[in-house]
């Protein structure tokens, strides 16, 4: 069993969805988060103004998953990162779990 974290921009909810669905990755989580490149948009993001939204509207999809999907997805996500024509692609990462419950 392992960790596994997908980040992506939120205009790609749809893709992701479809790349999780492909891969056999049924059981999986999603919240919404606020992406930065650099810090310098943190520091000129920061406001008196808390209705000011500062950071990209992404999104974190997880899964505690087997190794095979894993790998399944890997490749269905490098696929699509390669064909993109933004400087946004899906960020995927995987965490060794230990034990669990």
Known sequence: M?????????????????IFKKANIEAFSRTEIDGYKNTNSVIA????????????????FFSFTENEKIELLFDLVSEFNENLETNNPI?????????YI
């Not at 392992?2 to 969805?17: D, G, H, N, P, Y």
């Not at 960020?91 to 034990?99: D, L, P, S, Y």
């Open 2 to 18: 392992k960790l596994l974290i997908v980040t992506s921009v939120a205009e790609f909810q749809k893709e992701i969805l479809n």
């Open 45 to 60: 993001t920061v406001s008196w103004f808390p209705g000011e939204k500062g950071g990209n509207e992404s999104l974190m």
């Open 91 to 99: 960020r995927v990462a995987v965490v060794n779990i230990e034990n």
